[in-house]
């Protein structure tokens, strides 16, 4: 099995992102504040069809609202790594959850995607994962996954679809 951690800021949502046509912009409410969200239906599509052989889980301050990306732009409903239901202000702590939750994952036996804009590029949390043979993308904030990271998700997906 094959488990993906999704970050939505900085990986789905992107302020001027390389997909194959212009983003669509929508603002969502969530928490009594209004966030304005770009992304690309190709890339929601691209997400979605992986998930019905990849396990993808949230792992984003988006967590409680979560209900709010499938209903505006579309996502298929995915479980989240454990997190509060409420906004975790702690950059420290939303870390912490998903570190937690990245270490479950490959403890379980499951291999390990993990797409988020702030995972280290060097150090020792890299090193460690990458080690047990997990996929880490740190795509740039303004322009989150690209085609090319997408084609390496599958890659690895259907390299280790049967682990």
Sequence with gaps: MVTWLLDFDGV?????????????????????????????????????????????????????????????????????????????????TRWALKETAAEKVLASGESLIWTDDDLPEIGPLPKRFEKAGALLIRPKSNTGLTPEDIDRI?????QHSGS
């Design 154 to 158: 599958k890659e690895y997906a259907n």
């Design 12 to 92: 789905v949502n992107a302020n001027k992102p390389k997909w194959h046509a212009a983003p669509r912009t929508k603002w969502v409410n969530a928490d009594r504040e209004s966030y304005k969200v770009r992304w690309a239906p190709w890339l929601v599509d691209e997400i979605n069809e992986l998930s019905k052989t990849v396990n993808v889980l949230w792992a984003s301050t988006w967590v409680p609202w979560k209900f709010l990306l499938e209903h505006n732009l579309g996502f298929r409903k995915f479980d989240t790594i454990d997190w509060p239901n409420e906004h975790v202000e702690s950059f420290a």
